[in-house]
């Protein structure tokens, strides 16, 4: 179960967040509505361990991690600009994680066959992410975030900027991917239409 | 902005193109350039004024260039025969002699202008504060009571350096000398690039320097020098010689091909190995004139060291073997 | 690409490779075909020594490169990626060292290090580091600058500890940028002379300064000519490998600035750490140099300065060049240079990134001088343009040009990354935006360019102030320049001569300085503008 406790973010004069608590179950899907601007990706970002609240702690199952860095805390995150890795292919982005982690190579290239099937793109291993389309690299930044099978998963605007159709179809499919995985996962977007798509709770920050 | 920039980087370069382009082309009438080594002095000493009565007569005017010591002076010179930096040049030596004509350097014949030998000088106060007896000889200089105290030329850029070089090799052969070398560098000898700084910062004994070394490979007429411009004037010579280190060096001057001045030129050159010319030269530079009737000064005849018998290489072999040698003499004592 | 007129490719491309080919090939090909004849190849690479020097010029450009690359690691990082006070003096700092003339670092570490550094090999390769810094803090910074903190912030999340960051994001995405630093500190140190000729002394003579000495003081142009086509040989695979390398290495990104203040309280120690060892590391040697002017014996004094005019070694003796005309001689021959260099680099950098495969000749070519002694440049075309149609030998162009030929590389290098990264797509928007294909190609480049060009012209002034190899083959009585004139105070011994050579070098110093602190707020100010 993820917790945050009082979060509080300043940047210089500017208050981003204040005191902001919530909750999400094992195995929930949560999703965090609120306008831009509101503090929603820095939440995410404190979560993850890439940026130092000034106020609060993180809880991960009843674990203070607040202060563990974020390589250690098994908690992914998938960017809103997909932040895909320009020097790897496809599969050397979703293999990422299990090459940090030290996994076997044959177990490694397992995994990464499985996730992209999952995510249909299992003609893609060997292309250079620099040709993925909008919707590919998205789906191809999501199974990186799942390949090292996370703890939480943190999603920052995962479908904005997409049309219209690739957008409903992908929300299905992400929704479909969060439940069959069992994935706990914090979802932030300023759609309400798609938090209700995929979630099972909404919060308004 | 852009636009601005090139303007004005186009106007600059044409001002600049406009402006002197860099001291080939003279506007006053008759001037000529002299190139010489750099112990040449360009104003203020009787030599100077010399020329200055040239000028006088002749209506040419004589800037002095000095060029470095002589061995780069003479390479330059070669690198740009046909387009020369002057119209004369002074003071290729007879070690160098061969440099200078194999790169077509000259328009027509050089002529000696002087001679003098080149030898090791000593500091007497040093040695008799000490109680030792300056070297006598070549050999001398290898002996441990002589270590760490001489400061020679190198050969390669220095004609003195060069007619030392020459020197041992006539005294230990030309299977001989490479070994006197090795011996000689262990023992301690300093190598600098020219004549001036050898002397003038480096040896002990010059007036005016701080130099530590009481030993160098200078003229046999430089202790005059020592006494005229010694300052408190004094009798007596501060320096003395090794006669049986010396080696005969000729100095030539000549009309440098390629001159846009060639009339002037020679009119130069008719002064130079003139004797209103050559009487100024013992007490400047410091060499013998080239003109027998010239009458020495007192001061000269005392102090200057003739030697009865210096080394002597025949134009030819030096012609044919100076590169060589210089190379191995690098290899030898600097690396 | 294909929409352009087909003119304009060629049309760029002629003029530097015309250039290169009157000013650069024919002179070398002139060298080459002197030493091509029976035996003298075999002659003069059998001159005593020859395996020597050239296994000294290897080794040692080998170790300044490696050592200069782990010493600018860190400044480049702290310069790339954050905001802090005195951040833009510092990247001075760093930058003016690698713009001063050979000479001017020579003069400072003799002034820095102790007499027992003198004329060794250590103090070649220190004073080459403290050089070379710049390049790495700017290429490896480059590309550090814009990496997405994001793109790390990933790798976090996926369990990339900080090393393991570096090992397989930072490092591997910083490769072009590492290659070009590690390639260009090499040719500089390979080909290092003024530094070599004060600091290594007589007994660690690199291949430069032996063709030097064989040229200007053996007379042996021959020897020369064979050691600077075995200089170029090693020198141009040395380029071809390394372009190579760096165009496979090249991944183009989004990239955005990412420097930022530094956040936590451990961020803000690191920062200001290397912050202040890199200014004490840079700042020192300049200092002693400059203090070292004043000092005479044990006490100050201002004779040298006082003295510096009078060009006089003693009374009556000339120094052989006058100190100060060779500052006005420099100048403007940095001027001419500058413009020389921005024009016929810009051409080149645009023919270069439009034309692909015929770029690449290009590409290579234009980097050829870089890899080519300066010595051989000049010697080069001192032995070419002596006679009609083409006697220049004596023309006062003549030194700018070489000049150029050393500084256009520099601006290539610096505009064409510049142009490569131009995001396709925005090529493609501007195309589409209804301007002819020209248009919108022109106008794409030279919003990119503006800020570059006047830096890279900047760099050209400077680069012309120091050039000192060339230099001394074409230099003419009268028309001496500073380095020149330093040079030769230096190589006496004498107290003040020597100090009159640390004053000059200070001279020079403070007007290199000031031509990059004009260029480099000219880049800014274009910045704001667009």
């Given at each position: 179960m993820?917790a945050?406790?009082?979060?509080t973010?300043?940047?210089g ?6 005191h ?5 179950a094992?195995?929930?899907?949560v999703?965090?509505?609120g306008?831009?601007g509101?503090?929603?990706?820095t ?9 130092t ?7 991960l199952?009843?674990r ?23 020097h790897?292919t ?29 995510i249909g ?9 620099t040709?993925?389309?909008?919707g590919?690299?998205?789906r ?20 904005t ?25 914090l ?11 995929i ?7 | 902005?852009?636009?601005i ?5 186009a ?12 001291g080939?082309g ?9 190139v ?12 100077n ?5 040239f ?14 010591d002589?061995g ?6 070669a690198?740009?025969a046909?387009?020369?930096e002057?119209?004369?040049m002074?003071?290729?030596?007879n ?10 350097v ?9 001679f ?6 000593y ?6 504060e000490?109680g030792?007896?300056p070297?006598a000889?070549l050999?001398?200089?290898l002996?441990?009571?002589?270590a760490d ?8 850029s220095?004609?003195?350096?060069l007619?030392f ?13 490479q ?10 000898v300093?190598?600098?690039?020219s ?6 910062e480096?040896?002990s ?15 046999g007429?430089?202790?005059?020098a ?35 001045h060639?009339d ?5 050159m ?8 050559q009487?100024?030269?013992?007490l ?8 027998a ?7 000269f ?7 009865d018998?210096?080394f ?16 191995q ?6 690396r | ?14 003029p ?5 080919a009157?000013?650069y090939l024919?002179?070398?090909?002139t ?9 003298s ?6 001159a ?8 000294f ?19 480049a ?5 954050y ?23 020579g003069a400072?570490?003799?002034?820095l290090?102790?007499?027992?550094w ?8 220190v004073?080459h ?5 710049a ?6 910074g ?9 793109l790390?912030?990933?790798a976090?999340?996926?369990?990339a ?17 590492l ?5 260009v500190?090499f040719?500089f140190t ?13 007994a660690n003579?690199?291949?430069e300064v ?27 695979i ?9 165009r496979?290495a090249t991944?183009?990104?989004?990239g ?5 203040r530094?956040?936590?309280r ?7 750490s ?5 200014a ?18 044990d ?6 300065w ?6 006089e070694v003693r ?23 500058a ?7 810009g051409l ?30 000049g ?11 083409v006697?220049?030998?004596?023309s006062?162009w ?13 601006v290539?290098?610096a505009?064409?990354?510049v ?9 493609a928007?501007a ?13 794409i ?9 006047a830096?890279s012209a ?8 120091g ?6 083959f074409?230099?003419?009585a ?10 030769r ?9 020597r ?5 000059l070098?200070t001279?020079?110093?403070?007007t290199?300085?000031l031509?990059?602190a004009?260029?480099e ?10």
């Amino acid at each position: 179960m993820l917790a945050t406790r009082d979060i509080t973010v300043r940047f210089g004069e500017r208050t981003v967040l204040d005191h902001v608590s919530l909750q999400v179950a094992t195995g929930e899907v949560v999703a965090l509505l609120g306008p831009s601007g509101a503090g929603k990706s820095t939440l995410l970002r404190v979560i993850a361990g890439v940026l130092t609240a000034d106020g609060g702690s993180v809880w991960l199952d009843d674990r203070d991690i607040t202060a563990l860095p974020a390589h250690r805390r098994n908690i992914g995150l998938v960017f809103q600009d997909e932040q895909l890795f320009p020097h790897l292919t496809v599969a050397g982005n979703i293999g990422f994680g299990l090459r940090m982690q030290g996994i076997a190579r044959a177990l490694a290239a397992a995994r990464v066959d499985e996730l992209l099937h999952l995510i249909g793109l299992t003609a893609f291993a060997n292309r250079p992410v620099t040709q993925l389309s909008g919707g590919e690299a998205k789906r191809v930044a999501l199974a990186r975030s799942l390949a090292p099978r996370p703890a939480v998963l943190l999603l920052d605007e995962p479908l904005t900027g997409l049309d219209r159709d690739l957008h409903d179809r992908l929300a299905g499919e992400l929704a479909a991917l969060l439940r069959a995985t069992g994935t706990t996962a914090l979802l932030v977007t300023h759609d309400r239409d798609e938090a209700v798509a995929i979630a099972d709770r909404t919060i308004t920050l | 902005m852009k636009h601005i920039l090139f303007t004005g980087i186009a106007a600059t370069m044409l001002l600049a193109a406009c402006g002197d382009d860099g001291g080939s082309g003279d506007t006053a009438p008759a001037a000529i350039t002299l190139v010489a080594y750099d112990s040449f002095p360009t104003k203020d000493t009787p030599l100077n004024e010399a020329l200055t009565e040239f000028t006088a007569e002749t209506g040419i005017a004589v800037s002095i260039v000095t060029a470095g010591d002589t061995g780069t002076m003479v390479t330059k010179a070669a690198l740009t025969a046909g387009n020369p930096e002057g119209d004369v040049m002074w003071g290729v030596d007879n070690t160098l002699l061969s440099a200078a004509t194999d790169g077509k350097v000259f328009d027509g014949e050089p002529r000696v202008v002087d001679f003098g030998d080149v030898c090791v000088n000593y500091d007497i106060a040093w040695f008799s504060e000490r109680g030792i007896e300056p070297p006598a000889t070549l050999d001398d200089l290898l002996l441990p009571d002589y270590a760490d105290l001489l400061v020679v030329e190198n050969p390669t850029s220095s004609s003195p350096g060069l007619a030392f070089l020459l020197a041992t090799i006539q005294h230990s052969g030309e299977d001989g000398w490479q070994q006197y070398w090795t011996a000689l560098r262990d023992n301690g000898v300093e190598v600098v690039d020219s004549w001036d700084i050898a002397y003038y910062e480096r040896f002990s004994g010059a007036g005016g320097s701080e130099g530590d070394k009481p030993l160098v490979v200078s003229y046999g007429s430089s202790p005059p020098a020592e006494v005229v411009l010694a300052d408190p004037p004094r009798t007596d010579a501060p320096t003395g010689v090794s006669a049986a280190t010396c080696f005969r060096q000729i100095e030539y001057a000549g009309v440098l091909r390629g001159s846009p001045h060639p009339d002037e030129a020679a009119q130069l050159m008719e002064f130079l190995t003139s004797e209103r010319f050559q009487r100024e030269l013992p007490l400047t530079l410091f060499v013998y004139p080239a003109i027998a009737s010239v009458e020495l000064p007192e001061v000269f005849t005392k102090f200057a060291v003739i030697p009865d018998d210096p080394f002597v290489i025949d134009p030819d072999t030096i012609a044919a073997n100076r590169q060589q040698w210089q190379d191995q003499w690098t290899e030898i004592v600097l690396r | 690409m294909n929409r352009l007129p087909r003119w304009l490719v060629p049309a760029l491309v002629a003029p530097p490779a015309l250039g290169l080919a009157v000013f650069y090939l024919w002179p070398l090909g002139t060298l080459v075909a002197r030493v091509v004849r029976p035996g003298s190849i075999a002659e003069a690479l059998g001159a005593p020594g020859i395996a020597r020097v050239l296994w000294f010029t290897l080794w040692q450009a080998v170790a300044s490169t490696v050592l200069t690359l782990l010493v600018g690691f860190a400044p480049a990082y702290v310069l790339a990626r954050y905001r802090f006070p005195g951040r833009r003096a510092l990247l001075a700092a760093v930058t003016v060292p690698f713009m001063l003339p050979t000479v001017v670092v020579g003069a400072a570490f003799l002034a820095l290090l102790p007499a027992s550094w003198h004329g060794t090999a250590r103090a070649v390769i220190v004073a080459h580091v403290f050089f070379n810094i710049a390049v790495v803090v700017r290429l490896v910074g480059a590309p550090w600058a814009v990496l997405p903190t994001d793109l790390t912030a990933a790798a976090r999340t996926l369990g990339a500890s900080p090393r393991q960051v570096l090992r397989h994001v930072v490092l591997p995405l910083l490769r072009p940028g590492l290659w070009a630093a590690g390639t260009v500190v090499f040719l500089f140190t390979f080909t290092s002379f003024g530094a070599v000729r004060l600091l290594g002394g007589a007994a660690n003579p690199t291949l430069e300064v032996e063709i030097a000495r064989r040229a200007t003081q053996l007379g042996d142009v021959d020897g020369a000519a064979v050691l600077s086509v075995l200089q170029l040989a090693v020198l141009a695979i040395v380029v071809w490998w390394s372009a190579r390398w760096q165009r496979r290495a090249t991944v183009q990104f989004h990239g955005a600035d990412s420097t930022r203040r530094a956040r936590s309280r451990s961020q803000r120690r690191q920062v200001a750490s290397v912050a202040a060892v890199t200014a004490v590391m840079m700042a020192t040697p300049l200092a002693v140099l400059v203090s070292r002017s004043f000092r005479l014996g044990d006490g100050w004094s201002l004779r040298a300065w006082r003295t510096l005019g009078s060009a006089e070694v003693r009374p009556g003796i000339s120094l052989g060049v006058d100190p100060i005309a060779s500052l006005a001689t420099s100048l403007r021959f940095a001027v001419v240079a500058a413009g020389i260099s921005v024009t016929v680099g810009g051409l080149a950098a645009l023919g270069i990134s439009s034309a692909r495969r015929r770029g690449r000749l290009l590409d290579v070519g234009l980097m050829l001088p870089l890899g080519t002694s300066a010595v051989t440049i000049g010697l080069g075309m001192l032995i070419t343009f002596d006679t009609a149609p083409v006697d220049w030998r004596a023309s006062w162009w003549l030194i700018p040009v070489g000049h150029a030929l050393v500084a256009t590389p520099f601006v290539v290098r610096a505009l064409l990354p510049v142009l490569r990264s131009i995001p396709a797509d925005q090529r493609a928007a501007a195309a589409t935006l209804g301007a002819s294909p020209l248009r919108a190609w022109w106008a794409i480049n030279v919003r990119h360019l503006r800020r570059p060009i006047a830096g890279s012209a900047g760099l050209a002034a400077a680069i012309s102030l120091g050039e000192f190899g060339a230099t001394t083959f074409l230099t003419r009585a009268g028309s001496e320049t500073m380095p020149i004139a330093i040079a030769r105070l230096l190589g006496r011994t004498g107290e003040i001569p020597r100090a009159q050579g640390f004053a000059l070098a200070t001279i020079l110093l403070v007007t290199t300085a000031l031509i990059i602190a004009v260029a480099e707020r000219q880049g800014v100010l274009d910045a704001r503008d667009a």
